[in-house]
């Protein structure tokens, strides 16, 4: 057997629309993948992989038995699977070790949290399908989370984290890949910093992430992610994955910043990430558009834009 | 079928029962009703078994019901299904810890109602059979509810039924209808109880033991038949 496993997802449309493309990953043993995407598409992943037999899922909803005490969970769990791991080293590894005699309904939620991942230390199966392991815990708790699926990795297991907290997946895993309408993106975090030190070297001390505002937070974007940037009276938006972020920046210094990255003025209210072009539509001699892979949306191109665009191109 | 699985399964699901007491009080139900009926003098068959039909459907079919629809209220039964444990050793370790229950509450009763019977054997293998069909009928039950409550709710016509169906054969003289009845194992076992306390013959007994064997028989093939299916998803 080889050192990668290969996992085929079908595709997953509602009423004819598809929401994710059918997919193939291949995952590496004694590895640890992260895959970030929205709820519907992680529900659908999830009970994908619960499908296949070489492959544990345990969910977020996973109950627990509440009148049970720790240790006699643990017990009863042993005798389910029959591990190799003895009781002390499974309460150090959790730190759980003052709280053995604890019925579960008296424990925080963290630490319910953290039982459920019992059950991926004791089956042997060789893939581990971990939903939210991160979910609502404090730093500290992380942290022990972490030792956890560093354990599992020792273990020569491949774990896969579903979440759509971009952040903690990128903790916790040593490849990331994003799920979106297009199909299953490798989020290659060496390729951004090496990006990153480039750029560093002509500018110094400034690093190319686009912030932007939702909902009360700052969130901060990799010009590669972004789709096209649209400017409605005088609100500038920036579209990743068909997702409008406003932005406090202006197109000027939008279009300042991102034409390094492959970025194009297409328009005078609109920016696009050339990367993501798949057609150039012409409606009549003055009217064009661009059509972008990820999403559906079309994005208009002046006229006298053409020109450079097939200069950029080289058309 | 895995031993060390089948003894998990029973020692949590104990320990579950023994400490949820809005359960596991039902035990006391047959056997205060058995110390009630020894109190107050009653000594007739009927009497006797009252207590006795009782504790099947209130303890060993509620008991059954609730610990798989306590399962599934909690989001539990899943992981279950998914550990290595077959549903075999699921229903096994659940079922065992349920006749151990049931085999207490029994003895108990009969010995709190003053029941003495001429032939402890035959009517032992009659109780044997029954504790089987019962825990196959709250089996059965647990498909259909999802919590302890819709539980409690679902036990109320099956105890009607079970518990007090015999009472029906009373009144079968103004309601020949009513004389189905006779065909309820509770009534059966009766009809057994009575039987053995005479001169018996050989089909005086088997009728009835084999009538509840065929009950036993035809509700485990359907809970099988329905858990396989409803299981699949």
């Known amino acids: 057997m080889n050192s990668k496993l290969a996992i085929t997802i079908d595709s997953f449309t509602v009423e004819g629309n598809i929401i994710s493309p059918s997919i193939e990953m291949y995952f590496e043993k004694g590895s640890i993948s992260g895959i970030y995407s929205d709820v519907a598409k992680l529900n659908f992943l999830a009970s994908q992989f619960a499908l296949n037999p070489l492959i544990h899922t345990e969910l977020r909803n996973n109950g627990i038995y509440n009148r049970l005490t720790v240790n006699e969970y643990i017990n009863f769990l042993k005798g389910l699977y029959s591990p190799s791991i003895t009781n002390g080293d499974l309460l150090t590894l959790l730190e759980m070790n003052d709280k053995k005699k604890a019925r579960l309904h008296n424990l925080s939620n963290a630490e319910k949290q953290r039982l459920r991942l019992i059950h991926c230390l004791m089956n042997d199966k060789p893939m581990q399908v971990i939903e939210e392991p991160f979910q609502n815990l404090d730093e500290h708790a992380k942290t022990i989370v972490i030792n956890i699926l560093g354990a599992l990795k020792k273990l020569q297991k491949t774990v896969i984290i579903l979440s759509n907290n971009m952040e903690d997946i990128l903790t916790a895993s040593d490849s990331v890949f994003r799920l979106d309408a297009s199909g299953l993106q490798v989020v290659d975090v060496k390729e951004e910093e090496t990006a990153a030190l480039e750029k560093n070297e002509i500018t110094p001390f400034r690093v190319e992430k686009i912030p932007t505002k939702r909902n009360e937070r700052i969130i901060l974007f990799n010009p590669p992610e972004i789709d096209y940037i649209e400017s409605v009276e005088g609100q500038v938006s920036v579209y990743v994955s068909g997702e409008p972020y406003p932005t406090s920046l202006t197109l000027n210094e939008l279009e300042q910043k991102l034409t390094p990255f492959g970025f194009f003025r297409c328009h005078r209210s609109y920016i696009v990430n050339l990367q993501k072009v798949r057609e150039i539509t012409t409606w009549t001699r003055n009217s064009y558009s661009l059509s972008l892979h990820a999403s559906k949306a079309v994005v208009p191109l002046s006229k006298n834009k053409l020109v450079e665009l097939k200069r950029i191109i080289g058309i | ?233």
């Open chain 2, 1 to 233: 079928m895995n031993l060390i699985r089948i003894q998990a399964i029973f020692m949590k699901d104990y320990k579950e029962f023994s400490r949820n007491y809005a359960v596991s009080t039902m035990v006391l139900l047959p056997l205060i009703m058995a110390f009630i009926y020894n109190k107050t003098g009653v000594d007739s068959m009927q009497a006797y078994f009252l207590p006795i039909n009782l504790a099947f459907v209130a303890v060993t079919s509620f008991v059954q019901c609730c610990l798989i629809a306590e399962e599934k209220e909690r989001n539990t039964l899943r992981s279950l299904m998914l550990s290595p444990a077959s549903l075999l050793d699921i229903l096994l370790g659940k079922s065992l810890l349920v006749f151990s229950i049931t085999a207490l509450t029994i003895m108990l009763s009969i010995f709190l109602v003053g029941y003495n019977p001429a032939n402890w054997l035959i009517i032992a293998t009659a109780l044997f059979l029954s504790a089987v069909f019962y825990i196959g009928l709250g089996t059965l039950c647990a498909l259909f509810t999802k919590t302890i409550l819709e539980a409690s709710v679902a036990i109320l016509p099956i105890m009607l039924i079970f518990s007090f169906g015999p009472f029906a054969l009373q009144l079968s003289g103004t309601y020949p209808i009513l004389q189905i009845a006779e065909w309820l194992p509770s009534a059966q076992i009766i009809i057994l109880a009575v039987s053995i306390e005479h001169v018996f013959t050989a089909t005086e007994i088997l009728a009835p033991i084999i009538l509840i064997l065929v009950w036993s028989i035809i509700i485990w093939f359907f809970t099988i038949i329905l858990y396989k299916k409803r299981m699949v998803d």
